[in-house]
């Protein structure tokens, strides 16, 4: 049917044209269409402004309609490292994975594990075009790293004798702060400098976003996480000498998982996606990808920052216990779940460590086994990239059925080893074994020394676990 416009009332046929019209655009809302349409034919408005209003609305249905997520026909090629000791359900998310719109390249590096089914596995090392990067590829724990610090007072003939563990086991439950604890000084964060690096926001959500992370920032500064975070008292072993080292593993804490859990959802609901799809891109160019990359960046530095408090914490502790020598030290900084602009794209590393030619890294075990201080050597296959530790072998709920008894105890009768907090997901079965995963990975890293554990500080054990 032609519809002429023009005639004074709007038929019924006409009517049912219209809708048919609206709903083939998509046009749900259709009242005020409707209501126009009652008051032409009452003679209390021009039958023109019916059309008017149609037309419009079928325009802003245009404008409004979101592009397909269309996966890539296949996976993009990636290496492997240690196919042997990775899972394949960890492959089967990872070729997902490269099939994702915007990836052009990849490696799996060998602690690789499954998070979760067609999500980024730990271990993953994902390239995208330089205008796009997925926030899901980060993750909630953005910039989660370690810090080295290693001191000058030789233990060559020093024993840790049982005054000795006592000392800085104490010193851990004093001056560090797991879970939930929150730091209790919070003028640290103030006098970090970290506020007079606070990035502009172009956007309304990067301006949401940043108030919730300023707002828990004071307290979250220089604390650890649960799961698998740490502070550590032992030595350095280069094969030379031994030295006093501190060593400690944690992210950006809540600072970082409001900005994930916003931007991967505001990430996806740019898209016409399937339904159960986790993983979407952002433009960079874009008022909102831009702030996500100056947030992200932050949040490295809160990460970075809180380390380093966290040192300065335990050793102003140490000085006041009589250790002198503290001034003469060597700090190693490394980090994992982040993404960086390179030559070849936006870089992802989730669970995996940067390795440029002649930076030092560090890849830790478990708390019953020696981490790793490595020398990148730049390989350019696997995009300059690093296992970030051992990797799972069960995981967290399957290590709770796995490991009964007490954690603690057995970490001291077979490693020597005193743990402050940590559980059966922690246990030091559940992970692969470090010398086997280094074995994979001998021509992206040159281990150069070795840190042993001693003391070893974990949140209190935890029993609920979500899938992502």
């Given at each position: 049917m032609t519809v002429h416009k023009g005639s004074k009332m709007i038929t019924k046929e006409q009517k049912e044209e219209i809708h048919q019209r609206l709903r083939d655009a998509g046009v749900r809302k259709l009242g005020d269409v409707f209501n126009l349409i009652n008051s032409v034919n009452q003679g209390h408005a021009?039958?023109?402004?019916?059309?008017?209003?149609?037309?419009?609305?079928?325009?802003q249905q245009e404008k409004s309609k979101k592009a397909p997520l269309v996966m890539q026909s296949a996976p993009r090629p990636y290496i492997i490292k240690g196919e042997k000791i990775i899972g394949d359900n960890a492959i089967e998310d990872m070729n997902f994975v490269m099939s994702n719109p915007h990836v052009i390249g990849g490696a799996l590096m060998p602690d690789a594990h499954r998070v979760a089914p067609k999500a980024m596995p730990v271990g993953g090392v994902v390239v995208t075009d330089p205008d796009w990067i997925?926030?899901?590829?980060?993750?909630?724990?953005?910039?989660?790293?370690?810090?080295?610090?290693?001191?000058?007072?030789?233990?060559?003939?020093?024993?840790?004798?049982?005054a000795m563990i006592d000392q800085f086991a104490y010193l851990l439950r004093q001056y560090t702060y797991f879970g939930r604890a929150m730091n209790p000084h919070q003028g640290q964060f103030h006098q970090s400098g970290l506020m007079?690096?606070?990035?502009?926001?172009?956007?309304?959500?990067?301006?949401?976003?940043?108030?919730?992370?300023?707002?828990?920032?004071?307290?979250d500064f220089a604390t650890s996480g649960d799961g698998n975070h740490f502070v550590e008292f032992g030595y350095v072993d280069d094969g030379k000498s031994r030295k006093l080292a501190i060593l400690s593993h944690f992210g950006s804490r809540y600072v970082g998982a409001v900005i994930?859990?916003?931007?991967?959802?505001?990430?996806?609901?740019?898209?016409?996606?399937?339904?159960?799809?986790?993983?979407?891109?952002?433009?960079?160019?874009?008022?909102e990808g831009a702030d996500y990359v100056e947030l992200m960046n932050w949040a490295g530095m809160f990460a970075e920052y809180s380390h380093r408090q966290v040192h300065k914490n335990l050793m102003y502790a140490m000085y006041e216990r009589g250790y002198r020598r503290l001034e003469e030290q060597n700090q190693v900084?490394?980090?994992?779940?982040?993404?960086?602009?390179?030559?070849?794209?936006?870089v992802h590393r989730k669970g995996a460590t940067p390795t440029p030619e002649g930076e030092l890294a560090i890849i830790p075990a478990t708390m019953g086994d020696r981490?790793?201080?490595?020398?990148g050597l730049g390989n350019p296959e696997v995009y300059e990239s690093?296992?970030?530790?051992?990797?799972?072998?069960?995981?967290?709920?399957?290590?709770?059925?796995?490991?009964?008894?007490d954690t603690a105890q057995y970490v001291l009768a077979n490693y020597d080893v005193t743990l402050i907090g940590g559980g059966a997901d922690e246990h030091p079965l559940a992970y692969k074994k470090i010398q086997e995963v280094m074995k994979h990975q001998s021509d992206c890293v040159r281990p150069v020394a070795e840190f042993i554990p001693k003391v070893v500080r974990m949140a209190d054990p935890r029993f609920g676990y979500g899938k992502r």
């Open positions: 021009d039958e023109s402004a019916v059309w008017g209003l149609v037309d419009d609305l079928i325009t997925y926030p899901s590829f980060v993750g909630s724990d953005i910039s989660c790293s370690l810090l080295l610090t290693t001191f000058s007072n030789e233990l060559a003939g020093e024993k840790w004798d049982k007079d690096c606070v990035p502009q926001m172009q956007s309304p959500t990067g301006k949401m976003v940043l108030k919730s992370a300023l707002g828990a920032a004071p307290t994930a859990k916003e931007y991967e959802k505001f990430a996806l609901e740019q898209w016409e996606a399937p339904k159960g799809t986790y993983d979407a891109p952002l433009n960079v160019n874009t008022p900084y490394s980090r994992h779940n982040f993404a960086w602009l390179t030559s070849a794209g936006w981490t790793q201080i490595v020398l690093a296992s970030h530790g051992a990797g799972r072998v069960y995981s967290r709920g399957q290590a709770l059925q796995q490991f009964k008894g």
